[in-house]
């Protein structure tokens, strides 16, 4: 038995790293629920093929859900660099989403701005962020331009850690990949060999390894740029626990099972009403909420 990590999945085939080998994995039966990130138990079974015989417990499970399905797609994760961009525009509806699943999960998020080199618009990109900072999120402006400065910036917030790549498409996540990862290429085709030539394709969703001297500093999942965010996995009280700004107000609400909608004596409304919480963010909380009722419905 060897304990492994797993780095790329497709289906219920999964290519996990143990030490320096990759093996191609299966389950037993027709066992599923297995992402990338999870730490396993494997049993050699030929030739770099092997079977998964246990996961061990998650220390944080990502998940992304809509009206159909909740797939989770990242385990054991530390650490969440969400990427905006100076150019296009980011979503702050799916910032907001983001960081609601990681504070759900006790992952620490970061913010970073790319594209910093772009003078037109960036003032309006660190204004529109600033509420996120008032939130106790760090945000980290970078360039790919300025590879090594976006190393210095980003490798101190994720060394000895797991860390997602999270982001709308085009906001240059890639990029920073490669920058961080350099031969990540050589990496994915190396997963795609272990999972089976012209049998498989991975998924999008995949660990990278930070080396430096050859020893593993860091992890990286990359994760495909996204559209939407489900959080239909999320009960109402994990949904308000994705707005830490609300903590205090939520003190002072006349009901025990106040929703923070539009409740007489709701402390939250009358935090929003003060100014104390950004009336955007109040906007999104509704928005979750009304999304998953409809789904219960549904």
């Not at 219920?12 to 039966?29: D, I, M, S």
């Not at 079977?51 to 944080?60: L, Q, T």
């Not at 999960?105 to 309006?124: A, C, F, T």
């Not at 920073?176 to 991975?202: C, E, F, K, W, Y």
Request: hydrophobic share 40%; net charge negative; charged share 25%.
């Amino acid at each position: 038995m060897m304990q492994g990590r797993i780095i790329s999945a497709h289906g219920r085939h999964y290519v996990a790293r143990v030490e320096e080998q990759l093996w191609h994995c299966y389950t037993r039966g027709k066992r599923a629920g297995i992402c990338v990130g999870d730490y396993v138990d494997i049993s050699p079974q030929g030739q770099n093929e092997a079977r998964i015989e246990k996961v061990h417990e998650r220390k944080s499970l990502l998940y992304r859900s809509d009206e159909m399905r909740s797939k989770q797609f990242a385990a054991n994760v530390d650490v969440l660099l969400f990427i905006t961009a100076v150019e296009p525009k980011f979503s702050d509806d799916l910032l907001g989403r983001a960081l609601t699943a990681a504070w759900n999960e006790h992952v620490r998020p970061y913010i970073v701005l790319n594209k910093i080199d772009i003078q037109n618009g960036l003032e309006e990109a660190r204004a529109r962020l600033q509420p996120y900072r008032r939130l106790g999120v760090e945000v980290i402006e970078c360039s790919t331009t300025e590879a090594e400065d976006l190393v210095a910036k980003l490798l101190p917030m994720i060394k000895g850690q797991t860390a997602l790549l999270l982001g709308q498409s085009a906001m240059g996540k890639s990029s920073i990949l490669n920058v961080l990862v350099p031969d990540a290429n050589a990496h994915t085709q190396a997963h795609s060999q272990a999972l089976g030539a012209g049998r498989h394709t991975t998924t999008k969703t995949e660990l990278y390894d930070i080396r430096s001297n050859g020893e593993i500093i860091a992890s990286l999942i990359d994760s495909p740029g996204f559209q939407n965010f489900g959080l239909l996995h999320l009960s109402d009280e994990q949904i308000v626990k994705g707005f830490p700004e609300f903590s205090e107000a939520i003190q002072h609400c006349r009901f025990y099972n106040c929703r923070h909608l539009q409740e007489p004596g709701c402390g939250v409304i009358a935090a929003l009403e003060q100014g104390q919480i950004h009336p955007e963010r109040h906007e999104l909380y509704k928005r979750i909420i009304a999304e998953n009722e409809a789904a219960q419905r549904w």
